[in-house]
């Protein structure tokens, strides 16, 4: 019925890349190593969404000796995962997303990146939340070696999301609450 799933990625920087965070590219000196764009908040993403789902890892969905995926931009490997929950019978519920790195700043980019993964993933901007954190200058990301993600994702099934709505449109959820508010 719902389901949650968890997902984690890390990238090595390298200075000959450019640095692309939820689909949108971020002025940096420095890109992240990777065989594809190494859009390492997409891949906790990603990961998370197909945990969700019981459907392994972008590891198994997207090898990464395979030439097709060379440099590929993750929002098209996004987009397959969203079609294998779709394929599953789940829908996309919220997603809560983390980027451990000491630098660039990126709350600037915060409502970017929001608004990208909204728009690829057919979601509103409330479902999305993106922050990001510093590593307090400890551990590989706080050497500037690379950068970490986390992500967290709820999911619902259709059928059980498609009842929810029609409740909805019924008023059923307002005069519930308002049961419960006045109570
Ligand atoms: N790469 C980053 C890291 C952090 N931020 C913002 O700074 C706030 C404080 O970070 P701490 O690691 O010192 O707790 C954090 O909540 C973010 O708003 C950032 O924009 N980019
Ligand atoms: C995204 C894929 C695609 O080949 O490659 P990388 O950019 O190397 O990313 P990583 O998170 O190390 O592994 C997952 C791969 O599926």
Known sequence: MFK???GYDSHRFDENRKLFLGGVEIDSDYG???HS?????????MDALLGAVGSGDIGSHFPDGDPKFKNISSLKLLSEVKK???????VINNCDLVVVAEKPKLKPYRKRITSSIAENLNLDLQDINFKATTNEKMGFTGRREGMAAYAVVS??????????NK???KGVLDDVSKEYNDK
């Open 4 to 6: 949650v799933g968890f």
């Open 167 to 169: 409740l909805n449109r």
């Open 84 to 90: 294998e929950v779709s394929r599953k019978n789940f």
């Open 32 to 34: 992240l190593k990777g």
């Open 155 to 164: 999911v619902v099934e259709k059928a059980l999301w498609q009842f929810l």
């Open 37 to 45: 764009d190494a859009d390492v908040l997409l891949h906790a993403l």
